[in-house]
C-alpha cells in the first residue's frame, strides 16, 4: 500500500523559507516521476514542481528560481525547499507519485501540509 506523508508546513514571513517533506512507504520513490502540487485559496490545485527517475526537474513558472524540488533515494523522501516566500505561495502542498512512464498522470496523493505566508 502506496502511503506518501507530508510535513514541515507552517506559517512563515513573507520573504522566508520553508523546507516541506515527503515521506514514502509502498514504493520506492527513485522508481517514480515524483510532484509537488499545492492548492491555493478558492483556486484549482496547480502544479508545482516535479522530478522524473533520471532526476530531470521542472517547475511552474511562478516559482521558477524560488523552489527547488529533489529526492534523497536513501530515506525515500522528497522534498522542497521554498524560498522568497510570498503571500500567493499561501496553499495546501501535496505530494503524488507517478508511474516513471506517465508523468503527466499522479495517481497516488498524500494528504497535504498547509503553508501559510504572511506580510
Known amino acids: 500500500q502506496v502511503q506518501l506523508v507530508e510535513s514541515g508546513g507552517g506559517s512563515v514571513q513573507s520573504g522566508g523559507s520553508l523546507t516541506l517533506s515527503c515521506a514514502a512507504s509502498g514504493l520506492t520513490l527513485s522508481a517514480y516521476c515524483m510532484g509537488w502540487f499545492r492548492q491555493r485559496p478558492g483556486k484549482e490545485r496547480e502544479g508545482v514542481a516535479r522530478i522524473n527517475v533520471i532526476g530531470r526537474t521542472s517547475y511552474a513558472d511562478s516559482v521558477k528560481g524560488r523552489f527547488t524540488i529533489s529526492r534523497d533515494n536513501a530515506k525515500n523522501t522528497l522534498y522542497l525547499q521554498m524560498n522568497s516566500l510570498d503571500d500567493e505561495d499561501t496553499a495546501m502542498y501535496y505530494c503524488?507519485?507517478?508511474?516513471?512512464?506517465?508523468?503527466?498522470?499522479?495517481?497516488?496523493w498524500g494528504q497535504g501540509t498547509q503553508v501559510t505566508v504572511s506580510s
Open positions: 503524488a507519485a507517478a508511474r516513471w512512464d506517465k508523468c503527466d498522470t499522479f495517481g497516488d
